[in-house]
């Protein structure tokens, strides 16, 4: 009974880490609600108070993928409660798991660009329920996956922890991999933003925009506003564009009057 | 991406949406990223968010697949404010707007706000937040998780209504103007999103090579040598790459996606690419 309230717990902090309320995955409440399921509300309080200051620096800022905090909570959990190990030991032996957790995000990513063709495909026959159904397969992945690493550790306990450390030593490449062409992915995204927006005189606008990213990323004062303030330049170049564009009509429209043509 | 219309069949503006739609539309935008990948990011999940209000909007089908279409592309921002994004969006296409100057300011919307979402809630609230409530939790107070929940929640919650509507009608405001130099105001708004992608491309970059190659004493960075040539060049090169097989090729976006996969996995095995992983193929580069 145990282990299926744990599974359908982590099932669901692991889709509100990305969804839902973003808020009840965080440790501090997930860590007494898994307390709570395992009989052991205190340790949870205790052990999400915790974990949530360590994560105070460890936030999922601009797209970056910290090792995994859900999984890092619950197997914790599942330690300080079932191997009465004390609050540190059990963060710590819990670290593979969370490395795993981080894996299960990353096949997940990968594995949904493939199913944008489902998604297109529900989009050219305006379709609206495809594309909750494409939400759905998702979601259902990416909990499924995180249920059956938190169910390990409850059967599995500590004994777990050195296979995965072996699985995760002879499949680095593989994993490394999928992270590696995930990186690269965001750019098939741009290009096909850019099939349709880029005219053939726009190529210079194009690359200014590049290089305003790159002078005010690399700076360390401007690189936190480095989008907001290429937003401004951009902004700039545009409404002079629009007032140019629009004079230019106007007088096109007055010497047409004029020649009486 | 299977038609490349610029423009709506019917072009009469839709009646404004009721208060019901929008807030229906702010409880769905807790799903931006449902469906998050690597290639489009939030897109299935912002098409799922607006959906409803695309649904009222656009009456026959070939209008609303039109716009689900191009609203399927690229789309990535920060997921507790990105309803500024929708009700700017959904007022434009309430109006019919050509469907280039739609995504041009969708592309110019969405960049921005991350910077400005990730300062006001992971540097400054979730922080703040947690450091008043961990102690009462560690303390063994249930109020602490209670209060923490309070308070993220309910600030994200009431931002994420109050942008909808600020922007909506912000938007429906605005319309009267640009709709009279249509053709001048798409191509202003296209230079701002080419500007963005631009910028996109450089700072979401995140190709890195990962050789290192012995140099007596020191160590040659084979990354850093690369950045001193042009930093991001390997994202400006496989978007520029992806863009020459979409357009010219003829690829679809699927067919990219694999090759990159390919490029990636082989990559590694290789020990082409940064990380911390041990290469299939002991490689004197990759330690």
């Known amino acids: 009974m145990q282990v299926i309230l744990l599974a359908i717990a982590t099932f669901i902090f692991a889709i509100d880490q990305f969804s839902l309320t973003e808020t009840i995955y965080r440790p501090m409440i997930a860590c007494p609600i ?9 340790t949870g309080l205790v052990i999400g108070g915790t974990y949530e200051l360590m994560m105070v620096g460890n936030m999922p800022v601009g797209g970056a993928q910290p090792p995994n905090a859900v999984l890092g909570a619950v197997v914790a959990m599942v330690f300080a409660v079932k191997a009465n190990m004390d609050v540190n030991t059990a963060l710590g032996t819990a670290v593979i798991f969370s490395l795993f957790g981080q894996y299960a995000v990353t096949l997940t990513f990968t594995f949904m660009s493939g199913m944008m063709a489902k998604a297109d495909k529900a989009a050219a026959d305006a379709n609206p329920a495809g594309i909750t159904q494409v939400n759905l397969i998702s979601m259902g992945l990416l909990g499924s996956l995180f249920a059956v690493c938190a169910v390990l550790a409850y059967i599995g306990g500590e004994a777990m922890a050195a296979p995965m450390a072996a699985l995760k030593d002879n499949l680095s490449w593989l994993l490394g991999g999928l992270g590696a062409a995930g990186g690269m992915m965001r750019n098939v995204g741009f290009a096909v933003l850019l099939k349709i927006m880029l005219s053939n005189d726009l190529w210079g606008i194009f690359l200014a925009g590049f290089a305003a990213a790159a002078i005010l990323g690399n700076i360390p004062a401007t690189a936190g506003a480095c989008l907001i303030l290429v937003a401004f330049i951009g902004v700039a170049i545009a409404i002079n564009d629009f007032n140019v564009s629009l004079r230019i009509k106007e007088n096109a429209g007055n010497g047409g009057m004029s020649d009486g043509i | 991406m299977a ?34 990948n690597y290639e489009r990011m939030q897109a299935a999940g912002w098409l799922w968010g607006i959906l409803p209000g695309l649904e009222k ?3 026959n089908n070939e209008d609303l697949s039109l716009s689900m279409e191009h609203n399927l592309e690229f789309f990535n921002t920060h997921p507790f404010l990105v309803t500024f994004v929708m009700g700017i969006v959904l007022s434009l296409e309430q109006q019919k707007a050509d469907i280039n100057t739609i995504r041009a300011v969708r592309v110019a919307a969405m960049g921005p706000l991350g910077g400005i979402g990730d300062a006001i809630f992971w540097f400054a609230l979730v922080p703040i937040t947690a450091g008043i409530t961990a102690n009462l939790a560690i303390a063994g107070n249930i109020v602490g998780p209670l209060l923490y929940l309070l308070i993220v929640f309910g600030v994200q919650m009431a931002l994420r209504f109050w942008l909808m509507n600020w922007s909506y009608k912000l938007g429906t405001s605005a319309i009267g103007i640009l709709t009279k130099n249509a053709k001048e105001f798409t191509r202003a708004a296209s230079m701002l999103g080419v500007f963005i992608v631009g910028a996109l491309t450089c700072n979401y970059a995140n190709i890195n090579l990962g050789m290192t190659i012995p140099n007596g004493e020191s160590v040659i960075d084979v990354q850093g040598l690369l950045n001193g040539v ?20 003829n690829w679809s976006a699927t067919k990219c996606i694999l090759m990159l996969l390919v490029v ?4 590694c095995a290789l020990g082409i690419w940064a990380g911390d992983y041990t290469s299939l193929i002991p490689v004197p580069w990759h330690a």
Do not use: E
């Open chain 2, 230 to 249: 042009l930093p991001a060049a390997l994202s400006l090169a496989a978007t520029l790459g992806c863009y020459v097989l979409i357009k010219k090729k």
């Open chain 2, 3 to 36: 038609s490349n219309a610029t423009s709506y069949k019917d072009l009469t503006p839709a009646a404004n949406l009721d208060q019901g739609t929008l807030n229906a539309m702010v409880w769905r935008s807790l799903n931006l990223q449902a469906s998050f």
């Open chain 2, 264 to 267: 990636g996995i082989v990559g």
């Open chain 1, 34 to 42: 898994i307390g709570l399921i395992l009989g052991d509300l205190q």
């Open chain 2, 57 to 59: 909007i656009h009456t």
